[in-house]
């Protein structure tokens, strides 16, 4: 299966029809029409930023990556990647530290050869109160420090946005949040999806949410970024649960006007995900940020 995506991706390439919402085509440096005409803020102040941010809030990531154009190119959305928000607590903090002294430790995102890999990435320790960032990558879920993630992703993101989960400009409650942060902490070590089928058929399949679904056709042993974030929102209620799997969602569907959006409306909450804002885009704060901090840690790359 990935032998016929990696075909269609060279067959994209050479006729260069990945449209303005892919990475094909582009330099990692190079800005993407599908985002920049949404005229988004830009983050400008990080540390004041980073403040306001709470668990529960989502990140929409666009890679530069040949997966990430190619499932931007198929599902005609710049946003090829999502993950959530965790603001750790003392009991996650410790959670994840007996994690960390078994097998399943934090290991870099890219094992490549090329110069843009890290050699070596030096994860700060899980403390309370810390930022962090819960998802699924092709070396399997776990939290990471935000910031510690923004440097280690570098150039390979060349967009996040992030969409804060608020109510009346509330976030969850303190309830809600021990539960998304407990399944993080509960998955964290598993492996990525490795069925590339179960993928395309989340591209390919109606949008979901609007019938009884089949619980059986879902499984958490192996998880996708947009299920991972999917189930942390089902475990606080925030998404139905009946009539979604969580791996029937596309990192796409938590846009703005999304099925996302749609199904959490279903639901009478009355949490929604705000507009997006860019943390980091071509040229912005962020974004020269993490490029002064790679340059201080891997001087050669």
Known sequence: MYKL?????????CC????????????????????E???????????????????????????????????????KSPWDHCAMILRCTAEGAAAQAAKE????????????????????????APAAGQLQVAEATGTGSHNFPLEDWLVA???????IAVRTLRNAGKPLDAAAMAKMETFANEVWGRK????????VKAIVKDDPGDAFVNKDDETLETLFCAEHTAECYQKAGMLPEKTLNSNEVLPSMFDVG??????????GHGYTLQAPVLLKAPGSAV???????????????
């Open 5 to 13: 995506l990696e075909c269609a991706l060279g067959c994209i390439k």
């Open 37 to 75: 005409e949404k005229k988004y803020p830009t983050v400008e102040d990080p540390e004041t930023f980073y403040d306001s941010l709470q668990t529960g809030d989502v990140l929409l990531v666009s890679q530069t990556s040949d997966f990430g154009a190619l499932t931007q190119t198929f599902d």
């Open 101 to 124: 002294e078994g097998p399943a430790t934090k290991v870099n995102f890219r094992k490549g050869t090329a110069p843009a890999d890290p050699p070596k990435m030096v994860w700060s």
């Open 153 to 159: 992703r570098g150039e390979k993101s060349r967009y």
């Open 16 to 35: 260069g029809c990945g449209g303005g919402h892919s990475s094909i085509g582009r330099a990692p440096t190079d800005e993407l029409p599908a985002v």
């Open 192 to 199: 990525y999806q490795a069925n590339a089928l179960e993928l």
């Open 258 to 267: 999304e099925v996302v959006d749609r199904l959490m409306a279903s639901c």
């Open 287 to 301: 974004t020269r940020r993490v490029h002064e901090k790679r340059k201080a840690l891997w001087p050669g790359l």
